[in-house]
């Protein structure tokens, strides 16, 4: 990829991942979130932030099935922009909803499981983002910053079950959240099955052409 389509389809990713914050900047700005505007835009946030996570899980399952590498290229950046979402989900709780009641806010953590599972999903998002940049992967080694930011999956399941654990009744968005999950796990499980196989194929072809 050219260095000007890079950064041109950088920026792109870039915009297109902050329209929702801008969206949602703007409807709150004319008094456009409905009747309850702190729980219409702690669904928002919380929606985009789990849909972000599991787009930034998606380019190493492209990889394997269809071959494509450039996706890589943005995993970082949108993995950035769920932990953003989610921090907004958690300050806007924090703040607006609860007005920094921290007694308040303990109760519900503890009592309260969709919210102690949604919790559990942003502190494992924290160390995460701290440790995105080069700088971390050259002082942490590849081998455990990559074990490492392994954590995303079960920052994605803890994000399911609280979006399934809040929602309750219509479960259709959770469902295909869910759906969408468990097949980036079944592509991730089969992916040294698909690369064994690979090397199979391509051990035979190798032996078929330097046959006499």
């Known amino acids: ?30 008094q456009g979130l409905g009747p309850d505007p702190i729980a219409q835009a702690m669904n928002r946030l919380g929606f985009w932030a789990l849909f972000f996570l599991l787009l930034s899980l998606a380019p190493t399952p492209l990889k394997t099935i269809l071959g494509w590498t450039s996706p890589l290229r ?21 703040a607006i909803d609860q007005f ?69 009744a219509d479960l259709r968005q959770p469902m295909i959240f869910a759906v969408v999950l468990l097949s980036l796990f079944a592509v991730r499980l089969l992916s040294p099955l698909v690369a064994m196989a690979k090397e199979g194929s391509f051990a035979k072809t190798l032996q078929a052409k330097t046959k006499p």
């Open 1 to 30: 990829m050219a260095p000007f389509t890079g950064r041109l389809t950088k920026g792109f990713v870039f915009v297109s991942c902050g329209l929702p914050a801008a969206r949602l900047l703007f409807d709150a700005l004319r």
């Open 100 to 168: 920094f009641d921290l007694q308040a806010i303990t109760a519900d953590i503890v009592k309260r499981k969709f919210i102690t599972v949604g919790f559990a999903a942003f502190l494992t998002l924290v160390p995460l983002a701290l440790t995105s940049t080069n700088r971390s992967v050259r002082k942490l080694g590849f081998v455990r910053w990559k074990r490492l930011h392994r954590l995303s999956y079960a920052a994605a399941i803890c994000g399911v079950i609280h979006f399934v654990w809040r929602v309750k």
């Open 74 to 94: 943005y995993r970082r950046m949108i993995g950035l922009f769920a932990f953003f979402y989610a921090s907004l989900h958690f300050v806007t709780y924090f």
